[in-house]
């Protein structure tokens, strides 16, 4: 008697031609394939003639699949337990370079300035790393010699905790999908350096007046009266630093009382990179704002500084 198994094909984001194959099993839930491939690649082949042919193969890893798309010829290393042997090292970049050209080149750089705090794992095969290797790492990066070197004022390891469970969970869903990731719930309180100073997260009205006029004071005496006025727009429009710096004399709309946001500047975070104004905003391709009348009278006050008459 022959038996037939329910399979289902779903495509995996930013990797064309590449899914995962998925089966349903006794409780009838989709999950990876307990034998066998996990992964399907398609590739368009040239032979001598000029003719084209379609190519489909399967893998039990994404590498392999990304290899073949590449055209490329990849032999995966078993671990003797059966598991991809891959360092962390190897993960690290195979990361960096699949998710990190997916986001905006100041959030590269700060990711990429991460891999120092992950040294302790560099040459460790990534299947043997289970949760004690990462209660081992805690204390590493927490002993007062290592935040010495690094930053004295550090109350926590949060972000970086948040961008190495990312890097082992792409290991997860794209090489091998039955690593157990190894962190525990314990884990983020252990992260904690020093508690953090209390602090009120908002000013009174008499505290945020006295605010500005020491900031007014202190722009002005600088010469940089650009950078007081900078604040009061970013301020009145409760936009990001970035969204009101790009702001231009003709996206205050005074015909329809509305300023257009459609802009940000990407401020370096690395020597030899200049700072370009890109289109739309961090969170979306852009906004429409209400021109207040007090947002009017700081905006014709700044065009009088910087000499604007248009």
Same mark, same amino acid.
């Given at each position: 008697m022959r038996f037939f198994v329910q399979r289902k094909i779903e495509a995996i984001r930013n990797n064309p031609g590449i899914a995962r194959v998925f089966v349903m099993d006794a409780k009838g839930k989709w999950s990876a394939p307990a034998r066998g491939a996990g992964f399907r690649a398609i590739r368009q082949t040239r032979k001598e003639d000029g003719t084209t042919i379609r190519e489909t193969r399967y893998f039990n890893s994404m590498a392999e699949a990304q290899a073949f798309r590449r055209n490329e010829t990849m032999t995966v290393a078993a671990h003797p337990n059966g598991r991809v042997q891959l360092t962390f090292a190897e993960l690290f970049d195979r990361?960096?370079?699949? @998710?990190?050209?997916?986001?905006? +080149? +100041?959030?590269r750089v700060r990711y990429l300035s991460y891999r120092k705090h992950f040294r302790f794992f560099e040459s460790r095969i990534v299947a043997e790393i289970d949760a004690a290797s990462v209660d081992q790492w805690?204390? !590493?990066?927490?002993?007062?010699?290592? &935040? $010495? #070197? #690094?930053?004295?004022t550090r109350c926590n390891y949060e972000h970086e905790y948040t961008i190495l469970r990312g890097i082992f969970r792409y290991y997860q869903e794209r090489i091998d999908s039955e690593y157990r990731l190894p962190f525990r719930k314990d884990h983020r309180k252990m992260l904690i350096v020093r508690k953090r100073p209390? !602090?009120?997260?908002? *000013?009174?009205? $008499?505290? @945020?007046?006295? @605010?500005?006029?020491?900031?007014k004071a202190i722009c002005f005496s600088a010469g940089c009266p650009a950078i007081w006025y900078l604040a009061r &727009?970013?301020? *009145?429009?409760?936009?990001? &630093?970035? $969204?009101?710096?790009? *702001?231009? !004399?003709?996206?205050?709309?005074?015909?329809?009382r509305r300023i257009r946001v $459609?802009?940000?500047?990407?401020? +370096?975070?690395?020597?030899?990179?200049s700072t370009v104004i890109l289109d739309g905003t961090k969170a979306d391709r852009g906004k429409s704002l209400l021109l207040l009348p007090e947002t009017e009278s700081v905006f014709t006050e700044l065009k009088l500084a910087l000499g604007v008459r248009e």
């Open positions: 990361w960096a370079n699949n @998710f990190l050209p997916h986001c905006e +080149s +100041s959030t805690i204390n !590493v990066i927490k002993s007062p010699a290592y &935040i $010495e #070197s #690094s930053n004295r209390a !602090v009120a997260k908002d *000013l009174s009205a $008499e505290q @945020f007046r006295s @605010f500005l006029d020491a900031l &727009i970013q301020y *009145l429009t409760a936009t990001r &630093i970035q $969204e009101a710096a790009a *702001l231009r !004399v003709e996206d205050f709309d005074f015909a329809v $459609e802009r940000r500047v990407q401020w +370096s975070r690395s020597r030899g990179v």
